[in-house]
Each structure stands twice: as C-alpha cells, then as structure tokens.
C-alpha cells in the first residue's frame, strides 16, 4: 500500500510517519512537505533512510507539482494533514490560513478525483465547532469556527465532504482534540510552558486561565486517525478526543509540578481575541470501530516533558529563531 502524507515533517504527520512505518512493513510513504517554520527535517531524522519512505518538498497550493506527484507516484491512500495550525498566527496572518488551508485542500481534492485513490482521509480538528459549554460536540453539531484558523479548517473540511457527496471521492475525515507529545513547536499550550521552564523563564497564561480544553496524546491521535483509515465508513466524520478536560491553569500546575517550579513562574497576560472557552467532543462513534486512548494524562505529560528535556538542541535552535520575537512583537501590538 502506499501513501501520500501530506504536512509528514510537522508535528501530527511525523508522528503517524513513524506510526505507520513501525505498525505495517508493507506500506510506503510519500511524505509532501512545503518544510514551512513549524517542519522540520530533525522530526524524521531516525527514518529519512528507511527504504520505505521518500520525501517530497513542495506546497499543496501548486498545482502542477501535486498533479505530477498523483500521477507519478499513484497513491492509494492519502492522508492530509498540511494546514497552518495555529491560532494566534491566524489573528495576525489570516488569509495565509485561507491559502493553504483551503485552497491546498482543495487543490489536493481535485487531483485525488482526478488520479482516483482508495481513500482520502482528511485531518481537521474540533476548533471548527466552535465554544461549546456543557455537554460534548457530535459529529452532526453545527460548525461555528471563531478564529480565522478555525475557519480555515471548517472550510477544508467541509469541501472534503463535499468531494464525497458530489464526486463520490471516498473521503474520511478526523476531528481531533488538542494534541500533545514529542516534535510538537514549541508555540502551544503544553510545548511551549515545558521549554518556557527548562529555559528558567515563566509561562505566558491568557487571561485567568480558565479556558479549557481536551487534550490527547499524539500517538493516540495517530492510532486514532489509523483506526478511521482501515475501519472508517467512507463518508464519515470522527471525532477523536483524549477525554482529559483540563483548564490551562490546571495544565500549567501540572507542568510546573513536573519541572519542579512554583506558581510565580505563571505570568497572566491579556486574553487572546476572541479566545474560544471549552472544546469537548462526543467520541463514542469512533470507540465503536475498536479505538480508544491508550496513554493516561499524567503519564502522557511525564513522558513529553522527558522528551524535551533530553531533546533540548531540538527546540533550542527554533526558539532561538528571530521568526517567535517577531510574531510575540505582533501580537502585544493587537
Ligand atoms: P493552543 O495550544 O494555542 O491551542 P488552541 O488554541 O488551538 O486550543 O492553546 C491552548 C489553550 O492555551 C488556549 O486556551 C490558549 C491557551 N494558551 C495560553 O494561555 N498561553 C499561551 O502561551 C498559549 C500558546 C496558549
């Protein structure tokens, strides 16, 4: 079988890279990958010589590239994750959201309609519901998406449905709560408080720090994502959530805990614009297929603050990077 990653040197893609290499010793892996400032080639260092995987440097906007990739290279499954990703980028950059979010999905869309492929999984996420309260999102919720990012994906998302209703194009598509784990850039909640710590400096906290939301170890993502692959109905949408419902202030606690420092190493900031206040998602569809989350919360966390400790030249050269002083810059002036 072969496979077409799209987005395999970000964060979620280099995870289920390895994933699949590890889990099926007769897939091949076509890693598609612009390289953009959240990729990055050390995430797939340990594999790049594996006669199984080939990589790609390209965008999922160019046409022609992606044309002459399907037709080369003949995928069987697709599997898109290339998407900016985050969303205080998209306060300060939002049509650059639209572009490849959008576009890039749809660019891929066509080609696969066009080429025919056995299936094309399509990974979004469970921002493009929007805030809900109580309760947990279903996959037949309304989408509501707040930020430009969310937006994007709510977009991408829904074209890939609409490839499977209107063309026929044997789409899937994930819903994922927030993600964690190793190789993820250190601008999130979770990745960017351990580094924050081990650099002795304090945790930027939005607002009181009482937004929540669910988070998921990588690899269960990734087995979930797999589970959707070889078991999904074509046509459907799963949600996968990790069903560990956290405010941000409790996550800090958790991570100053594990790095042994105290609570004056939280620094509360303004609030992000329109900061969306819990995510939850329903996940009994996918549990139906046999999936559930392996890795438990606390050790989860454990595991990934390990991870960036040992691996400290990894995020040392991006944070180092004058590209975060510049968009920190930009947001303190919104
Ligand atoms: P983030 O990791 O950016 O994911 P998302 O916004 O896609 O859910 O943020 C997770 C939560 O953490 C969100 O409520 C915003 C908050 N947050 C902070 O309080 N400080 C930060 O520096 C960051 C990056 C996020």
Redesign the pocket.
Known sequence: MKLLITGGAGFIGSNFIRYILNKYSDYWIINFDIVSYCANFENLKDIEKNPRYKFIKGDICDEKLVNKIFQKEKPDFVVNFAAE????RSILEPKKFTRTNILGTHTLLETARKYGVKKFEHIS?D?VYGTIKKEEFKETDVLLPNSP?AVSKAGADLLARAYYKTFGLPVLITRSS?NFGPYQFP????S??ITNLLENKK?????K?L?I?DWIYVLDNCSGIDTVLHKGEIGEIYNIGGGNEFT?LE?AKFILKELSKDESFIEY?KD?PG??FR?ALDTRKIKKLGWKPEHKFGEAIRKTAKWYKENASWWEKIKSGEYLKYYKKQYKNL
Do not use: A, C
């Open positions: 990703s985050h969303v205080d996420t921002e990012y927030n601008e999130k909640l979770i960017l408080f945790v930027p906290l939005y607002g720090g937004n939301r941000n996550i900031i992000r900061h969306d995510y």
